[in-house]
């Protein structure tokens, strides 16, 4: 079992930066990969960046890539997303998953979900 809870979000203007922090309880945390999706009012969840249990290997929406950065901790139980660069479109409730398998774009396949932070990026 692993709880996960989200932190960092807020509302900002275009072109600043935010940073996003996952911290997940349990023993298990480092064999687990970990992914950040987002979903806008109105819209389906979709996926935004991932990595690895290893952390050796991260995968990135093409709509971000460039602008967030995506990292764990495992020593902390923790997993981070800078948000550079933000655009009014990266509005959303932001959540933190894990899970245990490699389908890291798939959400269904996430098996831990957080409660969600808001990102409002204003123009």
């Known amino acids: 079992q692993v709880q996960l809870v989200e932190s960092g979000g807020g509302l900002v203007q275009a072109g600043a930066s935010l940073r996003l922090s996952c911290a997940a309880s349990g023993r298990t945390f480092s064999t687990y990969a970990m992914g950040w999706f987002r979903q806008a009012p109105g819209k389906e969840r979709e996926f935004v960046a991932a990595i690895s249990w290893s952390g050796f290997s991260t995968y990135y929406a093409d709509s971000v890539k460039g602008r967030f950065s995506i990292s764990r901790v495992d020593a902390k139980n923790t997993v981070s997303l800078q948000m550079n660069n933000l655009k009014p479109e990266d509005t959303a409730v932001y959540y933190c998953?894990?899970?245990?398998?490699?389908?890291?774009?798939?959400?269904?396949?996430?098996?831990?979900w957080g409660q969600g932070t808001q990102v409002t990026v204003s123009s």
């Open positions: 998953a894990a899970q245990s398998g490699y389908e890291y774009y798939n959400h269904e396949r996430y098996d831990y």
